[in-house]
Each structure stands twice: as structure tokens, then as C-alpha cells.
């Protein structure tokens, strides 16, 4: 059973800080990751994805990913009220260009404090 | 840009209705995909496609069948609608298998109440 793990927060972070969001996964076989945006109400939308081991920045984002302890984190720098939402983390099975859905955890629920 | 439209942000059903959710993507995608979303549960996946007449089933088909005619268009079908299935639904695409990348875009989903 492929399962991915959140801690489903609320996680409050003060504005200007650095929020870390981590997530597990139960599947070795696991071989992308994503990390959705979803504020309430809306449909998630894609902030980063992360393949290979190690460090992926994007802006005030950074990735990361760590397979052999299977898991994967979010780092956002300078967080902003806007920042605040449900952080979802997402696991596909299969290699690049799989088509076997993504495997979501529950969601943290990030709130940044002005 | 991706994007992925479904036909109704909000509908209502009686038990027992027969419920169509359509969804249609406009960048040539091969993949497509319905989720459902429930507080507590997340997102679970419903059934998915490859290709056209393709589908697959996901984590949770029971009481859902669907239908892919045309490559642009992905339908949901509740065949009798039953309480349980009160929930929001989303549809995502993505490119396709072997093109390095399989990112799923979702569209704005439809919050579905069956009565």
C-alpha cells in the first residue's frame, strides 16, 4: 500500500521566517515528487517538483529530497501571509512520465503570522 | 499556460441520479485523471486514462465508471448517486509517459452534494 505522510499542522511560522514542511513515503520505489499549493477552496496547484537526490531552489522554495531515508521537504524562505494554505506533498510511482496517478499525503495546514 | 476546465463548480443531486462531471484540457495531454477530496482523507485517486477509449482504475472506482471519446475530454460518471459521494471532485492532465516530465495540472474542481 503506497502511503505518503504530513504532519497536518496547523504549523504557524512568523512573517519574514522559514517554514519547513516535511513529508515521508512508504514506497522505495517512489521515483518524482511534488509539492502542491492548495488555499481553501481552490484546486492545488504545483509549486515544485524534485527527482533526484538533494537540494532543488526555485525562487524563495527550496526542495528536498533524501531516498534513502525516504523523505522529502519543503523549505520556504521570507515566508509571507500569502504563503499561508494546505501544502501538499505528492508521490508518483512510476519513472518520468508515469501514468498511475499521484499518491497525496493528507496536507499541512501553514499559517504565517503578520 | 495548462488548462484544465470542468463543466460545473457546484452541483446538487437527489440519491439515485445518474451524475455527469465533465473536464477538458487544451494542451494536447495524454494523461488525464479524476480525483476525489474529503476533509480528513485528502485526495484519493478515482480512475485514470493514457489515452483515448484507455482507463485505469484508481485507489477508489467503486460506484464510478468513465468515459474518454476525445483526447481533450475526461468524464466522471456516477451511475446512481448515493450520499457518500458527496464530496469535491478534481480532474488533472498531464503531458504523458516518456516525456521527462509527469506533472499533473488540475482544474478548478466541482463540489459535488448528492441529497
Known amino acids: 500500500q503506497k502511503e505518503v505522510e504530513q504532519n497536518s499542522g496547523p504549523l504557524s511560522v512568523p512573517e519574514g521566517a522559514i517554514a519547513s514542511l516535511n513529508c515521508t513515503y512508504s514506497d522505495r520505489g517512489s521515483q518524482s515528487f511534488f509539492w502542491y499549493r492548495q488555499y481553501s477552496g481552490k484546486s492545488p496547484e504545483l509549486i515544485m517538483f524534485i527527482y533526484s537526490n538533494g537540494d532543488k531552489e526555485d525562487g524563495r522554495f527550496t526542495a528536498q529530497l533524501n531516498k534513502a531515508s525516504q523523505y522529502v521537504s519543503l523549505l520556504i524562505r521570507d515566508s509571507q501571509p500569502s504563503d499561508s494554505a494546505t501544502y501538499l506533498c505528492?508521490?508518483?510511482?512510476?519513472?518520468?512520465?508515469?501514468?498511475?496517478?499521484?499518491?497525496f499525503g493528507k496536507g499541512t495546514h501553514l499559517i504565517i503570522q503578520p | 499556460d495548462v488548462k484544465v476546465t470542468q463543466s460545473s463548480r457546484y452541483l446538487v443531486k437527489r440519491t439515485g441520479e445518474k451524475v455527469f462531471l465533465e473536464c477538458v484540457q487544451d494542451?494536447?495531454?495524454?494523461?488525464m485523471f479524476w480525483y476525489r477530496q474529503d476533509p480528513g482523507l485528502g485526495l484519493r485517486l478515482i480512475y485514470f486514462s493514457y489515452d483515448v477509449k484507455m482507463k485505469e482504475k484508481g485507489d477508489i472506482p467503486e460506484g464510478y465508471s468513465v468515459s474518454r471519446e476525445k483526447k481533450e475530454r475526461f468524464s466522471l460518471i456516477l451511475e446512481s448517486a448515493s450520499t457518500n459521494q458527496t464530496s469535491m471532485y478534481l480532474c488533472a492532465s498531464q503531458l504523458g509517459s516518456g516525456t521527462g516530465t509527469d506533472t499533473q495540472y488540475f482544474g478548478p474542481g466541482t463540489r459535488l452534494t448528492v441529497l
Open positions: 494542451m494536447d495531454h495524454e494523461n
Open positions: 505528492a508521490v508518483n510511482m512510476k519513472a518520468r512520465g508515469g501514468a498511475d496517478g499521484l499518491t
